[in-house]
């Protein structure tokens, strides 16, 4: 009896730490994949497809851009504060995250820290860019669970 104790200590404090690993290790999610942000893409469709996203994951490259030129538009990013300014495009509280600046080199990068939901979106143009529906989503972190 004494054998299958000492086999089966080191056993289940290997499986305790693998899931405290887990739920404490967050994913860095590149927000339209290898798209980026840009005008022409449904990001409310690529949430849906690439969620759940999890408390602590960091949407990385979500803000990554061309900086603004002859050729490229201005793009930019701003956490909302509620539903209601997600579905009419209303900035007029909403913190801004990212300028046409920010979006060269690694991007910006955004961690979801709570279990809430985060509103983002293309403020550029007056808001012209949100205002068609593409250049938004919403992400709702979810407690990451190691079971």
Same mark, same amino acid.
């Given at each position: 009896?004494?054998?299958?104790?000492?086999f089966?200590?080191?056993?289940?404090?290997?499986?305790?730490?693998?899931?405290?690993?887990?739920?404490?290790?967050?994913?860095?999610?590149v927000?339209?994949g290898?798209?980026?942000?840009? @005008?022409?893409?449904?990001?409310?469709?690529?949430?849906?497809?690439?969620?759940?996203? $999890?408390? =602590?994951? &960091? +949407?990385? /490259?979500?803000?990554?851009?061309?900086?603004?030129?002859?050729?490229?538009?201005?793009? @930019?990013?701003?956490?909302?504060?509620?539903?209601?300014?997600?579905?009419?495009?209303? $900035?007029? =509280?909403? &913190? +801004?995250? /990212?300028?046409?600046?920010?979006?060269?080199?690694?991007?910006?990068?955004?961690?979801?820290?709570?279990?809430?939901?985060?509103?983002?979106?293309?403020?550029?143009?007056?808001?012209?860019?949100?205002?068609?529906?593409?250049?938004?989503?919403?992400?709702?972190?979810?407690?990451?669970?190691?079971?």
């Amino acid at each position: 009896m004494k054998r299958g104790i000492s086999f089966a200590v080191p056993g289940l404090i290997f499986l305790l730490t693998a899931c405290m690993l887990a739920v404490g290790e967050a994913d860095t999610i590149v927000v339209g994949g290898s798209q980026h942000w840009h @005008s022409g893409f449904n990001y409310t469709y690529w949430s849906i497809l690439n969620g759940p996203f $999890f408390i =602590n994951d &960091k +949407l990385v /490259a979500m803000f990554k851009y061309n900086p603004p030129s002859k050729t490229n538009r201005r793009y @930019s990013v701003y956490l909302l504060p509620n539903l209601w300014s997600f579905i009419t495009c209303d $900035f007029s =509280n909403a &913190k +801004l995250l /990212a300028n046409p600046q920010h979006g060269g080199g690694k991007g910006y990068v955004f961690q979801l820290t709570n279990w809430r939901p985060h509103y983002f979106a293309s403020g550029e143009e007056n808001g012209l860019q949100c205002q068609h529906g593409q250049m938004k989503f919403f992400a709702v972190p979810l407690p990451r669970s190691g079971f």
